[in-house]
């Protein structure tokens, strides 16, 4: 298994990229990554009677975002696991929005270069997916 990481890490080193490599790995992140996650490392918050430290600090972090964005009593949140899980969630709504407005058929413009949950999402929900290539 070692042996695969260093792979992974020498691949990695010194590349820019996105959806696969969130921080540089330094002694310090991972001490202060490895502290905090410990507690969570192999509980699953979605059995959230179970897990009441967790409901708090996801009904905390929600409650700042909308004060940090002006969020009314009308506003809502959800914390999700990563971006694709965000990227259908999302599209879930804006679809269900569309049904509350008579749009029986949605679509949604989408660049090329847009992120793979797009069109799954667009997939799984009966949206119509728009594509436009993107102009450098």
Known sequence: MQTWTKKGEK????????????????DKVNDLVMEYSKNYLFSNPI??????????M???????????YNGTEKCCGIITAGGSESIL???LSYRERA????I?????????????????AC????????????NH
């Open 89 to 91: 969630l999302a599209m």
């Open 99 to 102: 049904r509350e407005r008579g």
């Open 11 to 26: 691949l990695r080193d010194g590349m820019h990229m996105t959806g696969c490599q969130y921080t540089r790995q330094t």
């Open 47 to 56: 059995h959230f009677k179970n897990c009441p430290d967790v409901t708090q």
């Open 58 to 68: 996801e009904a905390e972090v929600i409650a700042m975002t909308l004060d940090l």
């Open 123 to 134: 997939w799984y929900f009966g949206i119509k997916p728009i594509i436009i290539p993107y």
């Open 104 to 120: 029986e058929e949605p679509e949604v413009i989408l660049p090329d270069t847009a992120h793979p949950a797009f069109m799954k």
